[in-house]
């Protein structure tokens, strides 16, 4: 069984990864309402990957015997001013959740929770992953540019993005 205060972080997260979940389908909607059908596979691909991370927390927490809370979500913002911009935010949502399951690592570590610190590892190599990949778009953004033609690859990019995942 895990301590009332991890139980707490892990409701949290879920809560965290639910909201991410939201906010990546609604990009991937405006997306997909803007033309960007790449972007709009990419982002979708990514809302259902934050939600699978919610339900294995929400998992972990019925395994260890404790009280998992399904999160109710804020809605997440519904207009965007562009792909680029989308593409920001997605670092900084990325970044974001990464800084809330270090926050639970520490708990672990404090807690000398070995086991939910092993279990975590998965999050933080896969935090680190996203965060890369998003980096990575930013800066191929940065090279091809924001023209129509730039955009186009974009969009064509972030598509193929979503096939290989």
């Known amino acids: 069984m895990i301590s ?10 879920a809560a965290e990864e639910a909201y991410a979940s939201s906010m990546y389908l609604s990009m991937a909607l405006w997306c997909d309402a803007q033309g960007y059908e790449g972007a709009a596979r990419y982002l979708a691909a990514s809302s259902q990957e934050e939600r699978e991370h919610m339900e294995k927390f ?20 519904h207009e965007f001013d562009s792909l680029p911009d ?9 970044m974001s959740v990464a800084s809330k399951i270090h ?10 929770d070995h086991a939910t610190w092993n279990w975590l590892q998965e999050f933080v190599a896969e935090q680190r992953e996203a965060e890369i990949k998003a980096r990575n ?14 955009l186009y690859e974009i969009d064509k990019m972030l598509g193929k993005m979503a096939s290989a995942e």
Do not use: H, W
Not at 4 to 13: I, R, W
Not at 103 to 112: G, M, P
Not at 137 to 150: F, P, Q, W
């Open 4 to 13: 009332e205060n991890m139980t707490t972080a892990f409701n949290k997260q």
């Open 58 to 77: 929400l998992q972990y927490v019925v395994d260890q015997d404790s009280t998992p809370r399904v999160p109710a979500v804020a809605e997440p913002p």
């Open 86 to 94: 989308i593409m920001k935010q997605v670092l900084e949502l990325e």
């Open 103 to 112: 926050a639970i690592v520490d708990l672990a570590i404090a807690e000398k």
């Open 137 to 150: 778009i930013l800066d191929r953004i940065a090279v091809i540019g924001t023209e129509a033609t730039g």
